[in-house]
């Protein structure tokens, strides 16, 4: 059995897993948590590590290689010259092993915001903590000094 990598349709990870399971072939995505907002309020969504990726682990010379290719949520299979390209088991048995891959945070200390809305609207800050579900404490130079607020979470966006 070797590791082999598909790629998937467009948000398809968790489809292919499904479909490709139920043809009795056995595959793999890393995934992680994402903090997202969600109406102004911090939740998790779990995301693929490799987005559009999935890894199977088939017998080359057993598998029927135009199923896989037509398996719902498929676009196609990763190769390079004449056929499928090998992934080292080493890689694989790596990121199954990883058990905690950290939260993508949408804001982190010290990170520069500017404010959206409200009679602060137009002005930069930078992000402090977060306070709750659905707001921020923040620091903003007003008056020659560092004065914390709070202010809900979709008044905020991060400058790049």
């Known amino acids: 059995m ?7 349709k467009f948000r398809q990870e968790k489809k292919s897993s499904i479909e490709l399971l139920n043809q009795g072939i056995d ?5 992680y948590q994402k903090e997202i907002l969600c109406s102004g309020k911090v939740s998790y969504r779990n995301e693929p590590l490799f987005s559009r990726y999935i890894f199977i682990n088939v017998d080359p010379n057993k598998t029927n290689w135009n199923a896989v290719r037509s398996t719902k949520g498929i676009s196609n299979i990763v190769s390079f010259g004449s056929g499928p390209q090998r992934v080292s088991n080493n890689i694989v048995e790596a990121l199954r092993e990883i058990k905690n891959i950290n939260i993508e945070k949408i804001h982190e200390k010290g990170d520069s915001l500017s404010i959206l809305r409200g009679p602060l609207k ?18 903003l130079q007003f008056l020659q000094q560092e004065q914390k607020l709070t202010l809900k979470n979709e008044y905020l966006k991060k400058l790049h």
Do not use: Q
Not at 27 to 31: A, G, L
């Open 2 to 8: 070797k590791w082999y990598l598909l790629k998937t």
């Open 27 to 31: 595959n793999f995505y890393p995934i």
């Open 122 to 139: 137009g002005l930069n800050a930078i992000y402090e903590a977060p306070d709750g579900d659905s707001r921020s404490i923040i620091l």
